[in-house]
């Protein structure tokens, strides 16, 4: 049983286009992020939420955009897709409980062409 | 703000050997968390650990064991007796504990372990 999931895996998508990626979770955790996965970065914040209708900007956030409309799901859009948001987008979830961790999706593997 | 540095980048050891990943980060918080994660060729993060900034006690689960020590601000993570198995980048992330604390992540160590 996944509490976070996202979607799509995989998606190829041209420059210029909308691009939306979903994380849904099943935690109830209030706080949620998407980070994206470069070689030799690590993993960088791009943007959060605290709670609905709560986000803000990470590190990395210029040309994305989310949203979150209800406490399971994130969207990241990448408005005008361009080649260097060719990435792996990872979601995590977490709360400041005496669990206090991150949960983290499988990850979106996203290809700008 | 707050860093953390893996620095190495690569390292290659054959099986059985032991081999120490290290961590160093930067932080002007107090209370903070440490971690390390996993993650195998099949691209998923693997929670390994969480220390809190108030228990420097080291601790080991099966052939994985942790160092933690403020005084040189380092979070090393040490396989004892390596397997192919082990083979991964290794990242090592660094939170705050008030309020809302993203996590900011090194940029991870890649393990290759041949047989």
């Known amino acids: 049983d996944a509490g976070i999931t996202q979607s799509p895996r995989h998606k190829v998508t041209e420059t210029g286009t909308p691009v939306t990626l979903r994380c849904h979770q099943t935690?109830?955790?209030?706080?949620m992020y998407w980070y994206r996965q470069d070689p030799g970065h690590g993993l960088r914040l791009i943007h959060y939420?605290?709670?609905?209708?709560?986000?803000d900007k990470g590190e990395v956030s210029d040309g994305y955009s989310v949203s979150r409309s209800k406490t399971e799901d994130f969207l990241l859009t990448l408005e005008s897709a361009t080649s260097s948001q060719t990435s792996v987008y990872f979601c995590?979830?977490?709360?400041?409980?005496?669990?206090?961790?991150?949960?983290f999706g499988s990850g979106t593997r996203l290809t700008v062409v | 703000a707050q860093k953390v540095t893996q620095a190495q980048t690569e390292i290659s050891v054959v099986e059985k050997e032991d081999v120490t990943l290290d961590c160093v980060y930067e932080?002007?918080?107090?209370?903070?968390?440490l971690f390390w994660y996993k993650q195998p060729p099949s691209g998923e993060l693997v929670f390994l650990i969480r220390?809190?900034?108030?228990?420097?006690q080291n601790e080991i689960s099966g052939r994985y064991s942790w160092n933690f020590q403020k005084s040189t601000s380092s979070f090393n993570f040490t396989i004892t007796a390596s397997q192919v198995v082990d083979s991964a980048v290794y990242f090592c992330?660094?939170?705050?504990?008030?309020?809302?604390?993203?996590?900011?992540f090194g940029t991870g160590t890649r393990l290759l372990v041949s047989p």
């Open positions: 939420s605290y709670g609905v209708k709560d986000t």
């Open positions: 932080t002007r918080d107090t209370t903070y968390y």
């Open positions: 995590a979830i977490s709360e400041m409980d005496r669990e206090y961790g991150y949960t």
């Open positions: 220390r809190n900034s108030f228990d420097e």
């Open positions: 935690e109830n955790h209030r706080y």
């Open positions: 992330a660094l939170s705050g504990n008030t309020g809302f604390q993203k996590l900011v």
